[in-house]
């Protein structure tokens, strides 16, 4: 049987994450719905640890939307 995920592991994955590559280098995505737990996460659960998680106003952003939008080149620069 696989071991329950946890909150606990994005607590102490994030800070490590930001030190080491910074949040201009970090953006949130999910293997939904192929994660070998779909019976123990949904998107709701996905979602409340998201907002559990990402409470910093500038960290939630830039890890949902700045990083993806420079990556996939959601706005481009027309100047």
């Not at 606990?8 to 490590?16: E, G, H, N, S, T």
């Not at 939630?60 to 620069?77: E, G």
Request: avoid cysteine; proline fraction near 9%; charge should be neutral.
């Amino acid at each position: 049987m696989l071991p329950q995920p946890t909150h606990k592991f994005f607590a102490v994955a994030i800070p490590l994450l930001l030190e080491n590559f910074g949040s201009h280098r970090l953006m949130w995505s999910s293997d939904w719905p192929h994660t070998r737990y779909e019976q123990q996460i949904n998107p709701e659960y996905l979602i409340t640890q998201l907002n559990i998680q990402l409470q910093d106003k500038q960290l939630a952003p830039a890890l949902l939307w700045d990083t993806p939008a420079k990556l996939f080149r959601f706005i481009q620069n027309f100047a």
